[in-house]
């Protein structure tokens, strides 16, 4: 940033010391060449002070100030003609029509749109809510000299006509005394309407007597013409319905429906006619005509009616839904999800329920259900029965018996055949001979499954030879052939039960004999008395023999890595127990208190290792060092000889003198009582603080990782929080010296100010700002990073956005107030948005060659169109040229330029030079003045010669 600067000690230089760019004004930006104020860039325009456009006239805001000169349109060529104050073109109908597009021919101009309006001036306007207001006709077509003439008109009061060599097809939003509609017209007369009555109900309609009021022809294709969805004509309606008619007289609709081959009844499939006390709907049948033929309608009831049309096959009742047949119901299969029942059957013996035996394996399968509820007939089951009762007849027959499961309390009468389930004593037998001894037999391929949660799924009991394997299943107790009993929990025994393998105990005690093979039985037993034989024996007043004659044990293994035990009593004393030594791979873990009584000697109460050189002494931290116990302050003492002078202390909190030469407290703290010596090796013999210094360092301090060539390392504890040197004056810190990031050194002044030097800084490859490509080169240039529009690259004081940035490469875009208005690109253009005011360019002859005469010069000029307009981007007003057709004229004035916000490609124009091609065509025109005035001359003299 610089100062604001003046025309002639511009803020920013560029060559000579008058050159260069100065702050004119607010949000204003001054070019100064010389020492002069030659261009000047505002938010709105951009002014050329002395080097000026036009010759004359006075610039307002938004305008390019040029000479606009008047024009002739020629034959064949459009032209418009616009009603407005300020208007100064000479035509003939400005005071008709508001704007007025025209084709001019050899017959005059003929108009092509037409905005009419009743006064000038006032074609629109704008109202209190920006909205453009809209007072007149518009018109186009061939001729638009009335709404019945033009194409497509729209009047003022907002209908829209569409109109063919002048006869009217079409009008849109017609005004009527009830409402609006659209009339479709043939001959200028109307011959149908779509529209919404006084009810807001949409209706098509013809007005021609004997017509449809909606016809769909053959073949009415749907979406990407997927298929005819009418193959034949549908004719709606056939009476010459009006819509005055609906909304004058009420009278309702009375047409018909018919989809057929053609508008008879005669092979009409489907007919619909106007609502009355009998037919809604009816179809026909092919050939036929007449009520009587038809076989379906929906009326009051919905019905399925015989070929006589008298008879009704179905009917569903509109009052309870109930379905009448006067039949039989024959189906496949029948899915429901509620009951099925048969209740109105007159004859209490007769079937109220039947499964027809057609198409089954037998006709002893049939099933009949009668009133009162028995069933009556064989019943075939082919999977599970599931229910609490079943009553079944002396004739039943029940294939696959065994998948007959979940049966509460019912009665079995009768004789099931196959493999059978009889009912004899309340005892079931299942067996393949039909004998029954009150027993349950099972075949060699069955088992017998019990389910315990009624579920149907899992078994929780099994005997027999195809029994499944218990893991991972609801099996809770299982019983294999060779007699294995297998359960999925334990076994409870009362007291008065024994379970021995190959010997009987009629004392009443428990005992489980374990033998394994070639070798003594061992009981596990439970009972007052001695065990000789037994492994193991619980007494019964809680205590244990454990092996031969009471003793602890004969051999103990574990096959574990660790053994983990609380407080260990053997009957007698255990902790006498004797060894010579004690040996383990693994831990030993201990959940009680651990008390070592013997010492090893006179320091060690508990040796580490295998001699005595290290060890850890008495617990109570007073002498000799050790661990601190209980009520001491000390965590752990050393002690360098048998005395109370301690030489290192780690305790709890707090430090003195008295308690040691160096502390580390449980709080973090670590103190040393004089000063420290470091790096200089074991045999260095200098006491520490020689140099009046608390820490000697042999060596670099080094904070972090360590670096080459370095003596002091401060390292961020991250790349993202910088580290630093804090620098005080007595006790106020001035400034700071630390990383920013992994690039930057930071130097940071702490009171307002940064960094202070008698003269120089030097860089030697240049000094810079925020990155290399910005500041100070080793040449003394002056370098700028990009920027932006909101932030420019080169700014001035307080104001961020406004200056200079770059937004491509050779390119400069001025910027004010946030915005770019100019732009000098690298082949010398100078591209400006807003307004440029000059007061003269260079146009010395001695700069200039191949001078020559603009050729027909009246000829050009008269293929230019000298136009106001609007600016499509800002809708500032304006008047000038069309580039596009000085581009076929006098294509030196024209050249293209990029757009500076979107980049787009536009014609412009060199208004300046056209100045030449209007000089030489008000000469060519004086000439041919001077040469009538010498013909009206001469045929005046002769008039008056001849009187």
Known sequence: RTGTGSATSPAFQVGDDDCGFFDSGANEIGVTLGGVLEYEFTPTQFNMESNNLVTSGTITSGQIRAAVATYAAGIDEAYLIASTSGWTGATTNWNTYGIQHRIKTSSGGVPRVTIDTPAVGEVFSVDNNGDAVFSGDVMVGKSVTSLLTAGIALNSNGAIYATVESERCLILNRETSNGSIAEF?????????????????????????????????????????????????????????????????????????????????????????????????????????????????????????????????????????????????????????????????????????????????????????????????????????????????ATTVITSARNLTNIGTGTFSGTVTGQKLVSTDGVLELD?????????????????????????????????????????????????????????????????TALLRNQQDNSGQIGIQVKNSGGTAREVRWDAANNTNGAWRPTSNGGADLGLTNKIWNNLFVNTIKMGTGNVEVIDSARNISASSLTTSGDITVSGNQVFTNSINARVKFAVWSNDTYGIGMTNGVSFGGIGGTGSEYAMTFQMSNTATRGFVWLDTG???????????????????????????????????????????????????????????????????????????????????????????????????????????????????????????????????????????????????????????????VVTAGDAHARFDSTGNLIVEGNVTAFGSVSDIRLKERIQRIADPVSKVQQLDGVTFEYKKTGVKSTGLIAQQLLKVLPEVVYQEADIQSGEKHYAVRYGPVVGLLVEAIKEQQQQIDSLKDIIKEMTNGNNENH
């Open 432 to 496: 393949d001979n039909g004998t029954h001894n009150g027993i349950i037999n099972v075949p060699a391929s069955l088992r017998i499954n019990i389910d315990s949660d009624n579920n149907g799924t899992g078994e929780s009991f099994q005997i027999g030879s195809n029994v499944t394997n218990i893991s991972g299943s609801n099996i809770l107790f299982q019983v294999s052939e060779s007699g294995i009993v297998t359960t999925s929990s334990h076994i409870d025994f009362t007291a008065s």
């Open 185 to 393: 017209r043939k001959d200028n007369s109307i011959v149908g309407t779509i529209g919404v009555d006084s009810g807001d109900n949409l209706y098509i309609t013809s007005t021609t007597a004997n017509h449809a009021g909606l016809y769909l022809s053959t073949n009415l294709y749907g979406p990407l013409r997927a298929g005819s969805l009418l193959d034949d004509a549908i004719s709606i309606g056939n009476s010459a319905y009006r819509y005055k008619d609906l909304q004058l007289s009420g009278t309702a609709y009375a047409g018909e429906l018919i989809i057929g081959q053609n508008s008879g009844l005669s092979g009409t499939q489907v007919y619909i006619k106007k609502k009355d006390n009998s037919t809604n709907l009816q179809r026909w049948g092919e050939g036929t005509s007449g009520a009587s033929t038809y076989r379906f309608r929906i009326d009051q009831n919905f019905a399925f009616i015989a070929n006589n049309g008298t008879n009704d096959l179905l009917t569903i009742s509109s009052s309870n839904g109930s379905i009448t047949t006067s039949g039989n119901i024959t189906s496949h299969d029948i899915t429901t999800d509620g009951v099925v029942r048969s209740t109105n059957n007159a004859n209490a013996d007769g079937p109220n329920f039947n499964v027809s035996t057609t198409n089954k394996d037998s006709a002893d399968y049939a099933y009949r259900v009668d009133r009162s509820g028995t069933v009556v007939g064989g019943i075939r089951l082919d999977g599970r029965v599931n229910g609490q009762t079943i009553e079944v007849g």
């Open 655 to 813: 430090h003195s003198t008295a308690k040691g030469a160096m502390a580390l407290t449980t709080e973090g703290q670590l103190t040393v009582a004089n000063a420290t010596r470091i790096g200089f090796g074991q045999e260095d013999t200098t006491p520490p603080n020689s140099a009046t210094a608390m820490l000697d360092v042999n060596g670099d301090i080094q904070l972090g990782s360590a670096t080459s060539n370095a003596r002091l390392f401060i390292r961020k504890a991250d790349d993202n929080q910088p580290d630093h040197i804090n620098i005080f004056c007595g006790s106020t810190q001035t400034g700071q010296i630390g990383s920013q990031d992994t690039t930057w050194l930071r130097i940071n002044q702490t009171v307002n100010k940064n960094i202070y030097t008698p003269r120089y800084i030097r860089a030697d490859s240049g000094f810079f700002v925020d990155n290399t490509s910005t500041g100070l080169d080793g040449s003394g240039r002056l370098r700028a990073f990009a920027g932006s529009t909101s932030s420019v690259g080169i700014g001035f004081a307080n104001d961020i956005d406004t200056g200079f940035y770059r937004p491509a490469a050779n390119t400069i875009d």
